[in-house]
Structures are given as structure tokens and as C-alpha cells.
């Protein structure tokens, strides 16, 4: 048996003994990074079935996982590789939520992309494409003598792609400056985790490739903190990649176009509930005296108010336009593909 | 006689086949308990359990690869992969492999594989899931490709694809999916391969089509109808093997075509088609033969996929040109 790391309970007291890394200053910032990760999934879903957003996947239930480990990383130097659940890592990362929002619902312009100076590569439908990619950012980073660590999202889905492991293999042999942080949700759209590998603990994976493998309670924002911390030092010491487990349940649906209820078991579902990241939390603040029904009250409150400004905000941002479709697919586009614009917009104009 | 989409037509013949040769197995990415990202393998599992209708873990390179190890073990697989575009996680194992094993084993180890892929746009699919790369394949001889775009042929073809002992890539038209039914029997029935179909008569101009552009071309020809112009749509089914002889028949006829494709312009299977009517065709034709096809450009995102691929006015368009020439 694998030792699955864990700090906070789910009934909000501290395994006897840890001492979190985390300040409480900052788990206070980690918990409204969470509630509002939960709320705005909440309140995009609503606009989804309005017709308003795009297909999405949210991140119901994986908070602390997600959070957690973004707030390892210094968004100054580091790097975040996502696949696209990890939503509110790449905000904690400093790409506006706004524009993120924004993407979703359709606007899909050189406005809303991920700004100059954001360390953040764009979400990654292609599964496990952007791990061999991760390991080369990480590499790079490392040869040009850059102090710059690269976190890498995958789910333990996509984990069974080639491309896992030719990115681990290359890393490890290179020591790349790398974590490849694996959000292991229980669930890869239906297909169950048992399924998708024999191996008892996915960080046992990690030996294959020469370098050390670490199972966190995913549910547990101080563990995954500080396991995320201990991987982002090691790589910033030279010393190479790590791989976490974070083991999790995904809270809702895969994406607004699944129905689970064709696969899902109610009763685990209802047993998962049990683990919510975020309640236990607040249990665990309201026992130390930093939480009561004020604080929380005003806390969803700020929530709230902020997901309707970045709504807003998303929805004062410009649409696409006809001549935005050939944009950025050469530096200098062929001459054939000029002529193909041009009649383009003639006939878009036509119209 | 029964109405059925081409989901119902494609799971009507998975059933049909499952329960005639018991070596046919499905494999792929959320086939079982789920029946698919489109439902088109549902109830299956249930009827004839996991062993023969197997929930893979995620990695297309292991679909396709193991696909043809279990034909070369006596199992007939219909792999199925959730989107056309993920084949690029396999193609190696397509491509130079799947395609070319009877040849590699000089007719010893043939392979019977069907591979099923939904793919094309106009459905707000998500990032690489509506790419059109049917072409791509082309280049891969020992495999062939097709490209049902109704449900009577869907299952026909399926029937066809699953017999058939090379191997089979049945590309699926997630727009047309369950755009509306038609009648397709009960039991066995086959749509060759080879053959492609004349699906509306017209003396004045030839719309060549495959998968959901066929239907595009119909509707087109409905409008040009309204003008005036009889258009013929020529439904070609399959890419490999290509019917030259109805579609130069076709095209003769009239004396003028317009290609219609999802895939970008440039080396899509248009080109084929153009390049193959310039040696069958020349001395019958009245006019260039057009091609309306999407830009040579990445799919774009779901806002802008409309700007995208060939619209009904571009394919109207065109046909006018073509015809005042
Ligand atoms: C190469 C590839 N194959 C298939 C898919 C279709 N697909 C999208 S998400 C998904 C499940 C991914 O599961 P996991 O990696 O565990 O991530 P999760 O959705 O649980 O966060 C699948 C099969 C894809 N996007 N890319
Ligand atoms: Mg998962």
C-alpha cells in the first residue's frame, strides 16, 4: 500500500502531528479561490443551458486539488501546462477570469487570449498532447539557466496515452524542472478508474521512470499543498520531476454534454459528497475561530459579486468578426490562402 | 418497415452482427455502460456482457493496435474511436501498420478490423473533434475508407465494413447523426463498397459529394431547383474503393461539376475527384469543374465554424458559376 498523504480531515480536524506548510493568511485566500471555483462552475452551468457558454467541463468537487497546487508555483517564474480542468489553477496564474469567460461564451478573439506575460500554455483538448510539450518547456527552462518550474495537468484518464509516458521517460532523463500533477477524478467521462490502469496507486508510476512518485488526498487543500511545495522545490533544486497523485472524485458531470446518470452509482456519489474539500475547511476555520455564519456570509457575498463582474465583463468584450478567421495561422500567409480570405469576406459581405 | 437515424441504424447492425458471429467484439473509449459519446453502441454491453463490448483505457494507439492482434487471433473488432480527429494518437498504428499488414505478412496475417470515427462539424464541437481529415487515409493503401451519409447505407455499409476482410475505416456524420429517419430494414442487407450512389437526377450540373456534405448537395439542389437549374448529386459512399465509372458517367452527362468537401481545400479528396475526372472526363466537360470545401485553415472555434465550412450558399453559389460558363 502506497501512503496516500493527508493533513486535514474531512470532518475539519488536523491528522495529529502534520504541520501544514500553509499559513492561515493563505488558507483563507486558497478556501475563496475554491468557493469561487465552485460558484462560478454553478453559475456557468446556468448560463450553458441558456445557450449562453460553450461545452465545459467543471472542476465540481476537485477544488482543493486544483488549487492547491497552483498555489505552490510563483506565477512570476513558473509555469502552468493545463489540460482543461484545472480552471481556476490558470486564474490563480494570472490569466483574467474574464477572458477565460469570455472564450467560453464564443469570443474567441486575440482580446480575449492569454496575455503577454502570463505563464500559462492554452488548455489542451488533445489528451495528454500537452505533456511531451510540458517536459520541453521544462527543459528549455532549464538549459537557458531560467529559475522556472513547470506544473503539468492530466487526469488519470489521459494518463493511459503513449504521450504520458514518453513525457515522464524524456523528463526523467533529462531532470527536467517539472511536476506532473495528476488529478485522479475516479472517472474518465464513464469510463471507471479501475478500468483505466491494474496499477494499485498511479504514483507508483513514477519508478518506471527513475524519479519519485508521491499519492496526496486531493480533497485536501493543506496536503496537496504541501506535497505540490516539496515537488516544485525539488525541481527548482535540480533535481528533477516528480509525479502526484491527487486523488479526488469528480462532483459533477465530465461536461455539460454528459449524463451520468447512465453510469454513475447514486450511493458513491453520495459518499463522495461526504469529502468535500471545501466544507472541511470551513470546519476546520470555524474550529479555530476564523470562520462563523458572518464571515461566510460576506464571503459568498464577494463571491457573487465577483462572478457577475467578470460575467459582465465577458459580455462587454467584442465578438468574433468575419475577418478574424484566417488570423494567426502563418506569420505570412501563402498567397492561395490570401485569395481564399479575400473571397471569404466578399462572400461574407455579400450577405 | 422500421424507421431508424443513423445512430439507430449503426446500433441496429452492431446487434445484428454481434448476434450472427459471436467473434465480433467492440472495443473503445466509453462503448459500454455509457453506449458511446453519441449512443450508438447503447444496450450493448448489456446484451452481450463485457467481454465482447470492452470499455478500453484511454489511449487510441492500444484501441487500433491491439484491434489488429485480436483479428490476427481470430476475433473480428470493430474499434471504435470517439472522434475522428483522435486517430492522430493512433495513426502509426493505421497507417503503416493496420493498412499495409497483409502486404507486410505477403498475404499471411490480412486483418480484419473496422475502425467506427464520428467526426465533421456544425455541431459546436469542442477543439479537434470536427476535423475532417478523411484524406489523410487515403494515402494509406490496404485500407478502405467510407463514408455513409444516411442511415440505410450506414448500416448497409457497416455490414459490409465488419465482412469485409482488409480493413475498414467508417467514418461517421455527427451533424447527421439523428438529423432525421428513413427506412432501414430489419436483417441483412449489404451496400457494397465501390458503388456510389445517384442520388437525385439533373441534366444541368453534377454535385459530388460524401458523408454530411452529400446532404448539404441536396439541399442545394433544391434551391437551385427553384431556379431553374436541375442539378444531379452524385453520393460517392466510399473514397477507397472510388466508383470512377458512375461518377464519370455522371458528370458527362451533365458537362459540369462542383466538388463538395468538410476537409480543407488543399489535397482534399476533391483534388482526387477533379484529377480523376481530368483523365475520364476532359472531352465531355463544359466548364472547370469547382470545388467548395472549407479554408485552408485550422477548424476554428464553435463561434466561428459556420464561416467555415461550405455553406448552402457557397455550394449555390458555385454551381451558378459553374453552370453560366
Ligand atoms: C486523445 C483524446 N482521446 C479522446 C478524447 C475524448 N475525451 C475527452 S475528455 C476524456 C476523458 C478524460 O479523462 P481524464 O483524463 O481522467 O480527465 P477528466 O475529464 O476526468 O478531468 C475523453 C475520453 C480526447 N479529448 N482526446
Ligand atoms: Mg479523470
Known amino acids: 500500500m502506497v501512503e496516500r498523504r493527508s493533513i486535514l480531515k474531512p470532518d475539519g480536524t488536523i491528522v495529529p502531528g502534520s504541520k501544514p506548510r500553509m499559513d492561515e493568511e493563505f488558507l483563507l485566500e486558497a478556501l475563496r479561490l475554491m468557493m469561487l471555483s465552485r460558484a462560478y462552475d454553478e453559475r456557468v452551468i446556468g448560463l450553458q443551458r441558456q445557450g449562453r457558454f460553450g461545452v465545459y467541463s467543471p472542476g465540481l468537487g476537485q477544488e482543493a486539488s486544483i488549487v492547491g497546487s497552483a498555489m505552490s508555483l510563483d506565477p512570476s517564474r513558473d509555469w502552468i501546462v493545463p489540460q482543461y480542468r ?154 528533477g520531476p516528480s509525479l502526484v497523485e491527487a486523488v479526488t472524485y469528480r462532483m459533477g458531470f465530465h461536461n455539460t454534454t454528459d449524463n451520468p446518470s447512465r453510469y454513475l452509482d447514486p450511493a458513491e456519489f453520495e459518499e463522495a459528497k461526504q469529502r468535500d474539500p471545501i466544507q472541511r475547511v470551513i470546519k476546520y476555520l470555524t474550529a479555530i475561530g476564523l470562520w462563523d455564519d458572518e464571515r461566510q456570509k460576506t464571503a459568498d457575498q464577494e463571491v457573487a459579486a465577483e462572478i457577475e463582474r467578470v460575467v459582465e465583463a465577458a459580455q462587454a468584450q467584442r465578438g468574433v468578426r468575419p475577418e478574424m478567421l484566417f488570423d494567426n495561422v502563418y506569420e505570412r500567409p501563402p498567397a492561395r490562402v490570401e485569395r481564399q480570405r479575400a473571397e471569404f469576406l466578399k462572400s461574407v459581405n455579400g450577405h | 418497415m422500421p424507421q431508424r437515424n443513423i445512430v439507430e441504424a449503426i446500433n441496429n447492425a452492431l446487434v445484428e452482427e454481434m448476434e450472427r458471429d459471436p467473434r465480433v467484439m467492440l472495443l473503445g473509449l466509453d462503448v459500454g455502460k455509457l453506449g458511446g459519446v453519441f449512443r450508438t453502441t447503447t444496450g450493448l454491453i448489456e446484451r452481450f456482457g463485457d467481454r465482447r463490448v470492452v470499455d478500453t483505457p484511454l489511449a487510441e494507439a492500444s484501441i487500433l493496435g491491439a484491434s489488429l492482434g485480436l483479428a490476427l487471433s481470430g476475433m473480428v473488432p470493430v474499434a471504435e474511436i470517439q472522434f475522428l480527429g483522435f486517430t492522430a494518437q493512433g495513426f502509426h498504428q493505421i497507417g503503416p501498420q ?38 489523410q487515409f487515403v494515402q494509406s493503401p490496404g485500407l478502405k475508407i467510407v463514408m455513409p451519409s444516411n442511415a440505410y447505407d450506414a448500416k448497409g455499409m457497416l455490414l459490409e465494413a465488419i465482412r469485409d476482410p482488409d480493413p475498414v475505416l467508417f467514418c461517421e456524420p455527427d451533424r447527421l447523426y439523428r438529423l432525421g429517419r428513413m427506412e432501414v430494414p430489419d436483417g441483412d442487407y449489404r451496400v457494397p463498397f465501390g458503388k456510389a450512389s445517384v442520388v437525385r437526377e439533373g441534366d444541368d450540373i453534377t454535385l459530388v459529394a460524401w458523408s454530411a456534405a452529400s446532404e448539404l448537395c441536396q439541399r442545394a439542389a433544391d434551391t437551385l431547383a427553384a431556379d431553374g437549374i436541375e442539378a444531379c448529386v452524385v453520393d460517392l459512399r466510399t473514397l477507397v474503393p472510388l466508383d470512377v465509372e458512375t461518377l464519370v458517367k455522371a458528370v458527362a452527362k451533365t458537362g459540369r461539376a462542383v466538388v463538395v468537401h468538410e476537409a480543407p481545400l488543399s489535397a482534399g479528396f476533391g483534388a482526387e475527384v477533379v484529377a480523376t475526372l481530368m483523365e475520364e472526363a476532359f472531352y465531355d466537360l463544359d466548364a472547370p469543374v469547382a470545388r467548395v470545401a472549407s479554408y485552408d485553415i485550422p477548424f476554428p472555434a464553435a463561434s466561428m465554424e459556420h464561416w467555415y465550412l461550405p455553406s448552402l450558399e457557397r455550394v449555390v453559389a458555385a454551381a451558378r458559376r459553374t453552370v453560366s460558363l
Open chain 1, 86 to 239: 484545472e480552471l481556476m489553477a490558470v486564474v490563480r496564474q494570472g490569466y483574467p477570469l474574464e477572458l477565460i469567460t469570455a472564450t467560453y461564451m464564443g469570443k474567441t478573439t486575440p482580446d480575449t487570449r492569454i496575455p503577454e506575460g502570463v505563464n500559462v500554455l492554452p488548455t489542451q483538448v488533445a489528451l495528454a498532447a500537452q505533456l511531451p510539450q510540458a517536459t520541453g518547456l521544462a527543459w528549455g527552462l532549464k538549459l537557458q539557466g531560467k529559475d522556472a518550474v513547470v506544473m503539468a495537468y492530466i487526469g488519470e484518464g489521459g494518463s493511459s496515452e503513449g504521450d504520458f509516458h514518453e513525457a515522464l521517460n524524456l523528463a526523467g532523463v533529462q531532470r527536467a524542472p517539472i511536476v506532473f500533477f495528476m488529478q485522479n477524478n475516479q472517472w474518465a467521462i464513464s469510463t471507471p478508474r479501475r478500468m483505466q490502469s491494474a496499477v494499485p496507486s498511479f504514483s507508483l508510476r513514477a519508478a518506471g521512470y527513475g524519479f519519485p512518485g508521491v499519492e496526496v488526498d486531493g480533497n485536501d487543500v493543506l496536503a496537496v499543498y504541501d506535497v505540490a511545495v516539496e515537488a516544485v522545490e525539488r525541481a527548482r533544486a535540480g533535481e
Open chain 2, 98 to 135: 493496420l493498412a499495409k499488414y497483409r502486404h507486410r505478412s505477403r498475404g499471411r496475417f490480412p486483418c480484419q478490423v473496422t475502425i467506427r470515427a464520428p467526426f465533421g462539424g456544425g455541431i459546436r464541437s469542442p477543439e479537434f473533434h470536427s476535423d475532417a481529415v478523411e484524406a
